[in-house]
């Protein structure tokens, strides 16, 4: 059964998971009732950071325009350009064996695609969630519903995998930015 996280909530990953080695995070979301004439984009996107919170290099990001990481660590299984149906919208593979030493934190993320054009932003986007997922079996191991607490942010941190002594924590972070995927970047030390 899986483990059903609130704001700011930390919890073990690997130590009560020995083996583990392959998740998959799923991310999904729906829209509110809304009719702006434009549709909603929403994009994951993972960020692979050292211990000061930032990228070692642009490689580190990960997104819909560089799928996979140069460790093979992180694979983002596509872009899902409107989040319709039930489930996860965008998917993440995580080998936490081929994770990089210098690797300490891996955050997930997710933008609202021309945000300020379409005038969009997380008020008007409910039923959020990220989720751990064993990859050798289907079992969810951990769900972060987010709520519907954001109004004008463009740009939301959702959790990050963190290492601490060894083993893999997960944090539940639900942290909103505005300023979209570009603020992010910069946030991460990525040349945007």
């Known amino acids: 059964m899986a483990i059903s996280l609130k704001k700011g909530q930390k919890v073990d990953l ?3 998971n020995p083996g583990l080695k392959e998740v998959l995070i799923g991310l999904g979301w729906d829209v509110n009732k809304y009719d702006g004439g434009k549709d909603f984009d929403l994009d994951a996107s993972v960020f692979l950071l050292n211990g000061a919170g930032k990228v070692n290099s642009d490689d580190d990001f990960v997104f819909y325009g560089n799928l996979k990481h140069v460790s093979g660590s992180v694979e983002h299984l596509g872009d899902n350009l409107t989040g319709a149906g039930e489930g996860d919208d965008e998917e993440i593979k ?6 990089p030493e210098n690797v300490e934190k891996i955050d997930f993320t997710v933008t609202i695609y021309e945000a300020e054009e379409r005038k969009q932003n997380f008020g008007q986007v409910e039923n959020a969630f990220i989720r751990v997922v064993n990859s ?3 079992e969810e ?4 519903d987010l709520g519907e607490d954001f109004s004008i942010e463009t740009a939301v941190v959702i959790g ?13 972070i639900g942290s909103g930015f505005s300023g979209g995927l570009a603020s992010l970047g910069k946030n991460y030390g990525v040349n945007v």
């Not at 191991?141 to 972060?144: A, K, N, P, S």
């Open 136 to 138: 050798a079996t289907g």
């Open 14 to 16: 690997t130590k009560t």
């Open 160 to 172: 990050e995998l963190y290492r601490n002594k060894g083993e893999w924590k997960f944090n539940a």
């Open 94 to 99: 995580i080998d936490l064996s081929k994770v």
């Open 141 to 144: 191991l951990i769900r972060y």
